[in-house]
């Protein structure tokens, strides 16, 4: 098996990162520039696995994508409805947001598109997406009743309707795939949600001029003719990278770290408020927007950590960071208790397990899995040893920072950061 070994930060992390593209509004930004007409150049694009999934996604769909370099290219559609039956099955490799968001864009157009991914995403929920694209009118067929990979999506007889769906989860990939369904139905599409969830397709939308109004935690869309594409889409840097920093920088004493590009959008800031509240010496520097997204610099600085008790009203605003909050948790003094985050379950694996199962190798007894959350006692004494990342990025980044934080650790399947970070180890070793 690979193993990547990670050995103690013994005087601290210290110097400025460039924070990569972020991820969501990356897949957005391929999606909705392969719908409009004229070329988008999009830049600080996010490099990583799932990103790249999309882009070949949208190249099998009739798009032209050109890439400048790495993390620049050119975008052009052929109009919102000028997408071509794909030749091929579509593979959305580890991606729930490709899966999800492009079953939106795909229910409503005239051909066939068969979906395929990985192991992961083939046990993965698809019904939440399936369900109410299926209420709007799409015919969509997919394992295990109607929940799962392979799925194939078949014309739809008649037109799309519009609806208000009211979804027993927070979720942008949910909301969104709906919304992006509602561009093509016949009246207005609106979804509520128990919380509000990341806000980027909305943004977006308003960038390739489609409005979306707001009420509480409803969104509605109305139908769209026009979907002009912007010439520009600079990409902020990606807070759930920069999560593995913030957090290296407040447990490992003598830390001190610039984070620089950060996007800091209000739906996804959750893990500055909770590091905050542990007690976190975060300076949020030189705010700014860029293509309708906040942006910061970040500084980070060692400080003593309290436990803390959060639970699903934010859990939505650092849904991705409750590995890397755990870690931090396992530094506080005190306990930290997690609840309502039973959405872990079904992510890139199931994270509360991975957490509480890992976890306790290095710090024996510090973790205890609940059914929708978990309880960290901090303080506990730190171990070297080997664990496993279950093939889940934001699993093995975590654990990585939990061995340069305590005691070294040796990850199994260590590769996967590739999915949303591939400079991830290299950029570790950098801060040493
Ligand atoms: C994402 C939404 C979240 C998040 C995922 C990216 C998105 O998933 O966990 O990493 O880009 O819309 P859910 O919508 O399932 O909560």
Redesign the pocket.
């Known amino acids: 098996m690979d193993t990547k070994t990670i050995a103690k930060a013994v005087s601290g992390l210290k110097g400025e990162i460039q924070i990569p593209g972020d991820?969501?509004i990356s897949?957005?930004s391929v999606m909705f520039s392969a719908l409009g007409s004229t070329p988008v150049h999009i830049t600080n694009f996010l490099h990583a696995q799932d990103c790249m999934s999309t882009a070949a996604c949208m190249q099998s769909l009739g798009a032209k994508v050109e890439f400048l370099s790495d993390t620049e290219l050119i975008v052009t559609g052929n109009g919102l409805h000028g997408l071509k039956e794909p030749d091929m099955i579509i593979d959305a490799g580890n991606s729930?947001?490709t899966l999800?968001?492009m079953m939106g864009i795909l229910a409503p157009q005239p051909f066939l598109t068969t979906f395929t991914g990985d192991a992961s995403l083939h046990k993965r929920p698809m019904g939440r997406v399936i369900k109410p694209l299926s209420q709007m009118g799409a015919k969509i067929f997919g394992r295990q009743q109607n929940q799962k990979l392979p799925i194939t999506i078949v014309p739809a007889e008649g037109r799309f309707q519009g609806m208000t769906y009211n979804s027993p989860?927070?979720?942008?990939?949910?909301?969104?795939a709906v919304l992006l369904a509602g561009m093509y139905a016949e009246g207005d599409t609106t979804v509520v949600e128990p919380f509000t969830?990341?806000d980027?397709?909305e943004r977006m939308l308003e960038a390739f001029g489609v409005h979306t109004e707001k009420q509480g935690t409803a969104v509605t869309i109305h139908p769209v003719d026009e979907f002009r594409a912007p010439k520009e889409i600079e990409v902020p840097g990606d807070i759930?990278s920069a999560a593995y920093w913030l957090v290296a920088g407040a447990i490992i004493p003598g830390s001190d770290l610039m984070l620089r590009n950060v996007g800091v959008n209000p739906t996804r800031t959750g893990i500055l408020d909770v590091l905050k509240d542990m007690g976190a010496d975060i300076e949020v520097l030189n705010e700014r927007t860029s293509g309708g997204e906040a942006a910061a610099d970040i500084r980070v600085r060692y400080s003593r950590l309290q436990g803390t008790r959060f639970g699903a009203e934010i859990m939505?605003r650092l849904?991705?960071e409750i590995p890397v909050i755990a870690v931090a948790a396992l530094f506080a003094e005190g306990d930290t208790v997690i609840t309502g985050a039973g959405?872990l379950r079904?992510?890139e694996t199931d994270r509360l397990q991975a957490i509480t199962d890992q976890f306790n190798k290095l710090a024996p007894g510090a973790v205890e899995g609940q059914e929708d959350g978990l309880i960290i006692h901090g303080g506990r004494k730190i171990e070297p040893a080997a664990a496993f990342s279950y093939d889940d990025h934001r699993i093995a980044m975590s654990l990585a920072i939990l061995g340069a934080a305590g005691e070294g650790v040796t990850i199994e399947r260590p590769e996967c950061v590739n999915i949303s970070y591939p400079a991830f180890y290299q950029t570790l070793e950098e801060l040493r």
């Open positions: 991820k969501s897949h957005r729930g947001t999800r968001l989860v927070a979720s942008a990939q949910v909301k969104s969830s990341r980027h397709t759930s939505p849904i991705d959405e079904v992510k």
